[in-house]
C-alpha cells in the first residue's frame, strides 16, 4: 500500500446505474488500485437498486444525472490528479494498469490513450470481435469506452470534457483528442463484459455496433441513435 502523504497521480472515475449485482466484483476491482494510491470515484446517474449506498461505504460516490457524458464530466470536477482514467463498470484493469497510464502519459507525446480489450463472454465470436476492434481503434486513432481511456487534465479541459450526448460519447471526444495529440494504443488488455454479445446475439449486436457509426460518421445525431442502441 502506497503512503496516504503521497499525491494522488491518477483518478479512476467509474460512471454507473444500477449496478448492485456486480458491484461487490468492481469494488474488489477497484480496492486495489486505490490501494497502490489512485483516487476512485463511481459516479452514479440515478440507481434505485442501492448501488450508491453500497459503494459509498467504500469509495467516493458522486451524484449525477443519468448519461456516461454526465457522469464522468461530474467525476472530473471531484477528482484531484492531473491524469483521468475513464472505466466502464464492467471493465477490469491489467496488472499495473496504473504504472502502464503515468508511463505513457509522461515518457511519450501522447496526452492520451487507451488499452486493447478483450470481450469476454459465450460467444465464439468475442476474440473476433475484440482483435477488429483493437485494430481498428489503432489504425483510426479512436478508442472506445470499453478500452479505458485515460488523457490529461489538461487535454481534457482543452476539448471541454466529454460531450453532452446520450451515445458516441467516446467516439466524439475520441475525434477531438486526436486533432491535439495522437494516442497511445496500449497493447495490454483490460477485460470487459460481452454481456450485450450473448444477451441479444453476436451477429445481430456486430451489425448493430457498424450500423450505428456508420450513421454517425454520416451525420445522424447520437440522441436518434441512442433510441435504436436501445
Not at 91 to 103: C, E, S, V
Not at 143 to 158: H, K, N, S, V
Request: with cysteine; net charge neutral.
Amino acid at each position: 500500500m502506497m503512503p496516504t502523504d503521497q499525491p494522488v497521480q491518477l483518478s479512476i472515475i467509474v460512471p454507473m446505474l444500477n449496478e448492485a449485482a456486480q458491484l461487490p466484483g468492481l469494488m474488489a476491482h477497484l480496492q486495489v488500485w486505490k490501494e497502490r494510491g489512485c483516487e476512485i470515484i463511481l459516479v452514479d446517474g440515478g440507481s434505485n437498486d442501492g448501488s450508491a449506498e453500497t459503494a459509498s461505504k467504500q469509495f467516493t460516490v458522486v451524484l449525477a444525472s443519468a448519461g456516461r457524458a454526465i457522469q464522468m464530466n461530474a467525476g472530473v470536477e471531484k477528482a484531484q490528479a492531473e491524469c483521468l482514467l475513464f472505466l466502464h463498470a464492467d471493465t477490469r484493469l491489467p496488472a499495473d494498469a496504473d504504472r502502464l497510464i503515468l508511463d505513457a502519459l509522461q515518457q511519450t507525446s501522447s496526452q492520451w490513450g487507451r488499452f486493447d480489450v478483450t470481450i469476454q463472454g459465450e460467444s465464439s465470436m468475442l476474440p473476433v470481435v475484440s482483435w477488429f476492434m483493437n485494430k481498428r481503434s489503432r489504425f483510426s486513432g479512436i478508442a472506445t469506452g470499453d478500452q479505458a481511456i485515460f488523457m490529461t487534465r489538461e487535454l481534457f479541459e482543452r476539448v471541454s470534457g466529454f460531450p453532452n450526448q446520450p451515445l458516441m460519447e467516446d467516439i466524439e471526444i475520441s475525434r477531438q483528442l486526436r486533432r491535439l495529440s495522437s494516442p497511445a494504443c496500449l497493447s495490454q488488455k483490460v477485460i470487459t463484459s460481452g454481456r450485450r454479445w450473448d444477451q441479444r446475439g453476436s451477429w445481430r449486436t456486430i451489425i448493430l455496433m457498424w450500423r450505428l457509426r456508420w450513421a454517425y460518421w454520416r451525420g445522424e445525431s447520437a440522441e436518434a441513435l441512442a433510441s435504436i442502441y436501445r
